[in-house]
């Protein structure tokens, strides 16, 4: 037994699951570069399909950068516990000591640092590329970082249900995409308002409190659909 | 109470409480069918501006009506089914998830036969009809889940949590697609409100809602009966049941 | 003291009976090993035992101490190096030191390899990570099912040895094994839990 040993706080815990995860993420960085690439050449599809005229394309910018927000992190979540199910990581979270939300949470916090929260901060560029006028960049930015959250969280909801089914990935868009309808309403809400000047921030105030209230409860429902997954 | 919820737990009961059940419930759907059928189709006044053809919402209403109010037995059935662990909850959960699909798709259908005279097109994309097509969505995931998991009671519990979400976010849905609409409402299409409906119109209307539930209800007893005589089809209890009859 | 109590434990897998009736107390410096061919529930039991599995599991299951549980899969990351895997294990209750660590790799003897992407190494050396885990971990009841697998013969030599030393400290285990008897321990036939049925 080993001699020099300290107990674990839930806070440690959490930290332990959150900086294993981002080690593994930073690891193999496609993870992180995939949602961009992807976000980057579906948004060059739009001009391609719509027309390059620059007005039609500004207007429309808010809801094709949030669709494409939506589907990337639609694309995202189908892994986000694949190769903890596989290897037997997720057995070992059920065991431990510890509530499996918080742990999951751990996990999941690392997941988001490296798809959404990156995809607010490079979102000005794809902003550029469709002509978003500059005023709706910065509400665009703090939208995506809230809704992105919520995205996740829901995603995760969504991976920890199908995970161990064979192939979830059609399914997974079936059960996530009714509940990220708010997300992308609000969001894209909140830019045109700021693109014509009206009041964004009662719905960035919004999707602040979608976002608080799905890291009150998708945890929980993650915590539950994994223990589902790993019992059969 | 608990005796009650112990007794509900138990398939022969069940069996047994839900054949009597359906014996009557069953001719109380039909009669309340044809009665608010004539009722609503024949002897309710036509609308002074939409004529005739607003009587499709006597199926169009109830249908919608009690769709979303099975989401919401699905998911009590399911938080049941996550605390207490009472297989009949389970039952119940995958009896309601296609029925409830099932009045989702005749409200969709209804509503965009209705929109064709109405408003000209047969789709619009009105917060209604959006939150229905949304719904659906949500069906179609609970069914489809239940069909991709092979242990059946896992399927089960994985179903539950999904409702449980669901439910949490059904108001929230339902309120952003209501002001995502009212953001985006074209000036030419404008609802009749719903207070602004005669007495004339609306007792048939309230009649064909109580025969959406009991058809709701009678379908979904039915659904589990086969569900459950499926489930112990060796069972000596089910043989017996069946040569008595 | 009992560190686990299975009473009248019976598992369904869908619509059949995998295991009746199964019984078993294990007692600090107590070894239990599961026979039986496969496919009669050595898994399933174990991860019954570990609180894993709850559907169609009847019956009561008591952990009176902390558990370590070592199924077929490592729970290793490949791409991050063993100190990693160890220092950030999911299940561990302690924060073991860096030294506790390396010590522990030593002991399987895989030092110098503590820097190397555990998916770099072979599936034996991959096996004695999951297995250094042994020594990190404080848990009095271990759960190991096919600890052997993938081991050469002073590997099994060595684990042998660990589990004398964690009997004798006070710990008990149930392990699963295709090899007849080792040690003195406790058998349970399975197979005979499914003739029970």
């Known amino acids: ?232 | 109470m608990w005796t009650i919820i112990h007794k509900m737990g138990s398939p022969p009961w069940f069996f047994r409480f839900s054949g009597g059940l359906v014996k009557w419930l069953l001719p109380l759907t039909v009669c309340l069918l044809l009665v608010g059928a004539v009722w609503g189709l024949l002897i309710a006044p036509p609308d002074f501006r939409q004529g005739n053809s607003y009587r499709i919402i006597y199926i169009h209403v109830p249908s919608a009506v009690v769709a979303l109010a099975g989401y919401y037995v699905m998911a009590f059935a399911g938080a049941v089914s996550l605390v207490w662990r009472i297989k009949m909850a389970d039952v119940t959960m995958r009896a309601v998830a296609p029925v409830g699909a099932a009045l989702t798709a005749i409200a969709l259908v209804t509503g965009a036969i209705w929109g064709k005279p109405t408003w000209g097109t047969w789709w619009v994309w009105d917060a209604r009809i959006t939150s229905m097509l949304i719904l659906l969505f949500l069906y179609l995931g609970v069914v489809a889940l239940f069909e991709a998991y092979e242990n059946k009671s896992a399927a089960a519990r994985a179903c539950a949590v999904l409702t449980l979400v669901g439910t949490v976010n059904i108001p929230i849905i339902y309120k952003s697609v209501d002001w995502w609409y009212s953001l985006h409402q074209p000036a030419s299409i404008k609802f009749t409100g719903e207070s602004a409906i005669d007495p004339s119109m609306l007792y048939p209307l309230l009649l064909m809602i109580g025969a959406f539930y009991c058809l709701f209800a009678v379908t979904v007893l039915l659904n589990m009966r086969a569900e459950l005589a499926w489930n112990h089809r060796d069972a000596s209890w089910l043989k017996q049941l069946v040569q008595g009859t | ?197």
């Open chain 1, 1 to 232: 037994m080993p001699a020099s040993e300290s107990n674990l706080t839930l806070h440690g815990a959490f930290a332990r699951q959150f900086s294993r995860h981002a080690r593994a993420i930073i690891r193999s960085p496609a993870e992180v570069a995939n949602p961009l690439l992807f976000f980057f050449m579906v948004i060059t599809l739009f001009p391609l399909g719509l027309g390059p005229d620059p007005q039609r394309l500004a207007e429309m910018a808010p809801g094709i950068l949030w669709v494409v927000a939506l589907l990337s992190s639609l694309m995202v979540s189908g892994k986000l516990f694949a190769s903890d199910y596989e290897d037997g990581s997720l057995e070992q979270l059920a065991i431990a000591p510890f509530p499996l939300a918080v742990l999951a949470l751990g996990e999941v916090s690392a997941y988001w640092l490296a798809t959404g929260f990156l995809l607010a901060l490079a979102s000005p560029i794809f902003a550029l590329m469709l002509g978003l006028p500059a005023t709706g960049i910065f509400t665009l930015m703090v939208s995506l970082l809230l809704g992105t959250t919520c995205l996740t969280l829901i995603g995760a909801v969504g991976s920890a249900l199908t995970v161990s089914i064979r192939r979830g990935g059609m399914l997974l868009s079936l059960l996530i995409i009714p509940l990220n309808v708010p997300v992308l309403i609000f969001g894209t809400t909140a830019v045109s308002e700021a693109v014509m000047g009206g009041n964004a921030t009662s719905w960035l105030a919004l999707m602040g409190a979608l976002a608080l209230g799905s890291l009150a409860v998708m945890p929980v429902a993650i915590g539950a659909a994994l223990r589902v997954s790993l019992d059969q």
């Open chain 3, 1 to 197: 003291m009992p560190l686990l109590t299975a009473s009248d434990v019976t598992i369904e897998r869908g619509d059949r009976r995998l295991l009746a009736d199964v019984n078993l107390t294990v007692s600090a410096g107590e070894i239990w090993q599961l026979v039986g061919a496969n496919g009669v529930g050595k898994t399933s039991l174990m991860r019954a035992l570990a609180g894993l599995a709850r559907l169609g599991v009847e019956g009561q299951i008591e952990r009176q101490a902390e558990l370590l549980y070592l199924g077929h899969a490592s729970a290793l990351k490949p791409s991050l190096n063993a100190m990693e895997n160890l220092r950030c294990h999911p299940a561990c209750d302690v924060m073991a030191s860096d030294d506790d660590i390396e010590r522990a790799l030593a002991a399987v003897s895989l030092a110098g390899h503590e820097e190397r992407p555990v998916g770099a190494l072979s599936a034996g050396q991959q096996r004695r990570v999951a297995l250094a885990r042994l020594l990190v971990s404080s848990a009095r009841l271990w759960l190991l099912d096919e600890p052997f697998t993938a081991l050469d013969s002073s590997g099994c030599d060595w684990l042998d040895e660990q589990i004398q030393q964690h009997v004798e400290a006070g710990g008990g285990l149930i392990f699963t094994s295709h090899q007849p008897s080792r040690f003195g321990s406790r058998q349970i036939d399975l197979e005979l839990a499914r003739f029970a049925c």
